[in-house]
Every structure is written in C-alpha cells, then in structure tokens.
C-alpha cells in the first residue's frame, strides 16, 4: 500500500465493515423484489454506497483533501441535473450512459492500480489491473455507441465490417499478448497501459456496432453486468473488498438480465454478440410463405361495428408495444382505458418482456402516464385469457403478438415467445401500417377476416379519433 | 496469491451467486429501476478513484491527478444519477388505493 495512505482503520475492521455494507446492499436489492418496498430498497443500496464512500475517505485519511469535495461536488450536480432531466423514453440511453460513465472510471482506476497507486504491484494485482482496464474501456466506448444508437445520433443499422468476428478476436489475441508481455516486464508500463487502452476501445467498437436498435435490451443488459465485472476486478487490483462484493453483485444481475432478454427473443447470447443477422435477408425475401392457415378457411361474416364490440366488451386487453412509446401516445391510451372502464369494462394490459428498448421498459412508460401497476401483466399471466377476452387492443406492436412466430420455421421469430392475441374473437390494431416489424416476418393478422379492425396511422391521431367516437356513442 | 486475494476472490463468487439469487426474484414490472439502480451500484468504483485521487494529488502529480479527477466526477455522476433516476421511476409506480385524485 502506499506510503501517503495512512490507514486510520485496521484491515480487520474494514472488511467486517464492508461485509455489513455488502449485505445492507444484498437486502436492498431483495426489497427490490415488491413494488410496495422497492422505493425503500433503493435508497438502501444508495445509503449502503454513501457509507463506503465515508468509510473509505476516513481509511484512507482523504477527508482534508479539498479537491475530492471540488470533484464530488461537480459529478453530484451533472448526476442529480440528467437524473431529473431525462425522460421516461429515453431511459435506455440514460442507462447507457451512465454505464459507460462507471466503466470509465473502472478503467482509469485500472490504470493506476498499474502503476501502483493503490495497489501493491504484485503480479495477482498487476494482472487484475489489466483485465480492468481493458473491460472498463470495453464498456465505456461500447455503453457509448449504445447510448449513440438509442438516442439517434448514430446510426441505429447493425455495421457489420467484412471479417468482423476475426477482427474481433484479433483484438483480444492482441489483447492477451499485451498482458502476458506485461507480466514478464517485456514491455514498459506507460506503452502497456497506451495499448491496453486502444484495444479496449477498439473491441468495444467492434463490438457494439453490429447489434441493432431492436437487439439493443440484450446489448444493455450485457454491458450493464460488463460495468459491474469492471468494477469488480477494479477492486481485486486494489484489495478493496467492498468494491468486488458489489461488482458482483452488479455483474450477476446484469448476467441474468441479458438471460432473460435472450429467452424472450429466442435468440442465443452467441448469435447476438456474433452479429448474426443474415437470417433477416432471407425471411424478407418471400414473405408469402410466412401465412398461417387461419386467413383462408374462414368464410367472411359481415364486421360488426367497432363500437358495438367496444359497449359490449366486459373483459378488454391491451398490448402496448414500442410504437405507442415513439409516438407518445401512453397518456391517450390511458384516457382510452378509462373510458372502457367506465362503460364497465375490465382493462387489463399484457407485457410482452421485449416490448421496448430495454427491460421493463414499457412497465416505466405506463407508470409515467399513471397507469396503475396491478393492471399490467406478465405475458405468462395473461396468455391463456386471450382466448376468454372480448376485446384485445394492439397499440403500436407488432413482432410480439405475430402468430408466424409459432408456424413460419425459418424465420428470425420462429420460436419467440409471443402474445395470443390472435386467439381472441375482436382485435383492434392501432399501428402506423401494415408493414413487417423489426424481424422483417409479415404478420398474418392483419388478413384475418373476421374480427380484425384496423386503425392506421399515428398512434396519438388514431387513439384520439377512436377515443372521440366510443365516448359519443352509449 | 496472498490469502488476501484468496478472500477477495472467494468474496468475488459468493456476492455473484448470492446477487444472482435475489435478482431472480425482481418481477419483470420492476426490471427497468432494477438496472437503473444496479448501475449506480456499480459506480461504487468511486471508492478506487478517491484513492488515486488523494495519492497522486498529495505527491503533486498534476497530470495523473487530472485523470483521477476524472474518474471521481464520472463515477459520483453514475451513483448520483443512477440512484436519482431509480427512485424517479419508482415513484411512478401506483396502485388505484396509493391516489389521492
């Protein structure tokens, strides 16, 4: 440890210290698991960081050092001015940002740990330093493309360069040899840390510039636990126990996040990261052949008159998807449903878990336009109601409720998980148009004949003439 | 390998495993201020970044004291923007009995 670090705590009292903190952080993130309690959960966590943060300024005697509060000052105020800034939409950039934020500063805590600051150079912490480094660079440039992409500024198409996945592993071949020449002293430290850096940025480059806007969930979960094994391995370098609990910690639940995306995609973690796209082209092609029977066999009733099923639907389900989000039109969707709860509906929504850019993400924006929680539902909870419901409204989705999903094989949503909306007697489908979604699949819905209606166009200007015209019908 | 990265690491895989446990139980409503607030768990390496501070400004390093500086405010940006942004969304979250309209 270094000369200039006096440690006014002994080691011993430190790591029980940090072992109470990890737990208050552990019974946080538990809290974390009710609504009615999450509130409480999170001030916890936060609460359980304040205290590492004092504990450590007074282990290592930092309180007199002014520039810390000059620095903690600045980032508190850029911090608390996006917290409240940022809209509900644009969450997932946020997230981004922020994420690439900590990586940053894993890796220039890497970089010192390098060179000793902190660390006691020996070669388990030089090692460790190393991987830091390289993965919080990795997570900072790649956390930013992401956050670049989300918010518009970049490109949002996959950028797949020709041998991509052997510059990728060129990258970190390159990588490895940096390190293990490091470790023999073959290279000095400064030239060490310059390429560590570069190949860093270069992998995180490579790396998120061939996931799309629609794989975006997977790729922000990933980097998320990415942030969280930076921190971590940080911490392993400087010895500092509280740093690796909670890294892991963070790591764990970002892992299992990028899990659950995948499962509900029904895409492999491998295909993603690989950039495997090519099945699109080829789906998009000949989309004839996506048809499910259920289009030709059916004999062609008159349609009934959409507000007739509206005053008589006593059992309504929603399905929101991203397009109601890009369109803004959550506030006008809840003023729909408490129009159809006035005429004696049950309104209930269905949440399909990709059903925007990341995780949970729709929940958010129906909250926002103070849509009561214990009216949205899992996709698991609802789908067998689908077929007892009388009514099922589609705003602005499309892939997640596609019936091709379960017969067209071939095709990139062959196998996801989707909603049954299909098997409900009326559908209403406010989407802008009639076009494939992201999966490029047409979806066989939109020829069913009988009990399908059709509402084209913006969401907000759709939502508002429907609302119009079942309010002045009773 | 001292034991003290052997504990490190052994600390490393259990908070893994036991983070992986609890998070298991997070319902999908709530998974947007769950990654919100892990993220700002993450900016923990705040911790790192206020030692680096402190020693390379106390041996007057200026330059290395800047990039130090650098990894304090992007670290305190993470937690305090990490954390804000998690509670702004959980209060959105409301139950018909929890509105006074």
Redesign the interface.
Known sequence: M?D??ALTISANAY?ILSAGL?LI??F???L??K?ET??T???L??FA?LL??LL??VR?D?LP?W??YL??F???G???W???K?Q?IQ?PQ??AL??G??G???M??G???MVG??SDL?V?SQITAMIAVFIGGWTFIGSMIAAGKLHRVINQKPIVLQGHRMLLNLALALTVIVVVFAIFRLLTLPLTLTLLILLSFLFGLLFTIRIGGADMPIA??LL?SL??V???I???A????????????????????TQ?MCRAMNRSLWDILLGKTTQKAVSSEKPAETKTPIATDEPVLPQKDFRDIVNGAKEIIIVPGYGMAVAQAQHLLKQVADCLKKKGARVRYA?H?VAGR????M??LL??A?V???E?F?MDDLNDQFRSADLTIVVGANDVLNPAARAAEGTPIYGMPILNVDQCENIFIFNYDLKPGYAGVNNPLYEKKNGVHLFLGNAKETLQTFLSDIQTDH | ??W??G???I??????????L??????????????????????????????????????QAIL??L??????????????????????????????ED?HE
């Open positions: 270094n200039f670090l790591y990890a952080v552990l946080g993130i538990f974390m698991s609504v999450a509130k959960g999170n001030a966590s936060g960081v590492g943060v450590s300024m290592y930092l050092i520039t810390i620095c903690l600045i980032g508190t850029i911090g608390a996006l917290a409240v940022v509900m969450m946020m997230i922020l994420n934020l900590g940053l500063a894993s220039i805590v970089g010192f740990a600051v902190g020996t388990f922000i979960s998320n942030s969280g930076a921190g971590a940080s911490g392993l400087i010895g500092d126990v509280l740093l690796v609990a909670i890294g892991g910690i963070v790591g764990a639940s970002g892992l299992l996040l659950i949440i878990p990341m995780p949970g993400h929940n958010v909250a926002e103070n009561d929680y214990d949205l899992e | 390998m001292t003290l990265h504990i490190l690491l600390v490393f895989a259990v908070s893994t495993v036991a983070g992986y609890l998070i298991r139980n997070v319902p999908s409503l709530l998974h947007t201020p769950l990654m919100s607030g892990m993220n700002a768990l993450s900016g923990i390496t705040l911790i790192g970044a206020l030692v680096a501070l402190a020693v390379t400004f106390r041996n290395s004291a990039f130090a500086a650098v990894a304090v405010i992007v670290a305190t940006v993470n937690v305090i923007g990490g954390f804000g942004v998690t509670h702004r969304m959980l209060m959105m979250f409301r139950k018909k509105r």
